[in-house]
């Protein structure tokens, strides 16, 4: 039985809603947006001044730094600003695989986590079409706002992604599962998980 779930994901794809709804059914606690707010309490920076720096490290020094055991921010003072915060996300993604039993959205946790055997790696996505409507309808924005959104943010997570880990964003062999939401839909999505995190121990009556 995994006691972590990771969860990469290709903008207004269902993956934040899948983590949710996985959380809940397993009685997991969910890690996604509050990793970030958690780290600007630890960083004692206000939240709003660090919200658009995530995701957007300067990712050089990281890749060495993405590797280290249980590391936190001693040593790296004077690292930019957006680097502290990835260390800091780094350390908190950590600490809760500890403890365990979580879901995990985003932040490359899986890279993070890469070593885990009790980590369950997986990749949400879905066609463009599907994932413009999505945000159209969650994002109360138009149809060109929508399509400059997932070009937005699918490069900037490709992007952050890579700098931080040298691996390529969504490739097959760096997760456990690569999941189509928009053609499965998001329920059945999160049943498939919560059947592969139980294992022996199906749900299936």
């Known amino acids: 039985m995994?006691?972590?779930?990771?969860?990469?994901?290709?903008?207004?794809?269902?993956?934040?809603?899948?983590?949710?709804?996985?959380?809940?059914?397993?009685?997991?606690?969910?890690?996604?947006?509050?990793?970030?707010?958690?780290?600007?309490?630890?960083?004692?920076?206000?939240?709003?001044?660090?919200?658009?720096?995530?995701?957007?490290?300067?990712?050089?020094?990281?890749?060495?730094?993405?590797?280290?055991?249980?590391?936190?921010?001693?040593?790296?003072?004077?690292?930019?600003?957006?680097?502290?915060?990835?260390?800091?996300?780094?350390r908190i993604i950590e600490e809760a695989a500890e403890a365990g039993n979580c879901v995990i959205v985003g932040r490359a946790a899986g890279y993070i986590l890469r070593e885990r055997k009790d980590a369950l790696r997986v990749f949400v996505y879905a066609d463009k079409e599907k994932r413009i409507r999505r945000a159209i309808e969650r994002e109360g924005i138009d149809q060109a706002e929508a399509e400059n959104a997932l070009k937005k943010n699918d490069k900037r997570r490709g992007g952050f992604y890579t700098s931080v880990t040298s691996w390529k964003w969504g490739a097959a062999e760096y997760y456990d599962l690569h999941l189509n939401a928009g053609t499965l839909g998001i329920d059945p999505c999160v049943k498939i998980l919560e059947e592969a995190v139980r294992g022996t121990d199906s749900v299936t009556p």
């Open 2 to 90: 995994y006691k972590i779930v990771t969860i990469e994901r290709r903008y207004a794809s269902g993956g934040n809603e899948i983590g949710k709804k996985l959380a809940k059914a397993l009685g997991y606690k969910l890690y996604d947006r509050n990793i970030l707010i958690k780290a600007a309490e630890n960083l004692e920076i206000p939240y709003f001044q660090i919200e658009g720096l995530e995701e957007s490290t300067s990712g050089g020094i990281l890749m060495n730094l993405s590797q280290t055991a249980l590391g936190g921010l001693s040593g790296n003072r004077e690292l930019p600003l957006a680097d502290k915060l990835f260390l800091e996300e780094k």
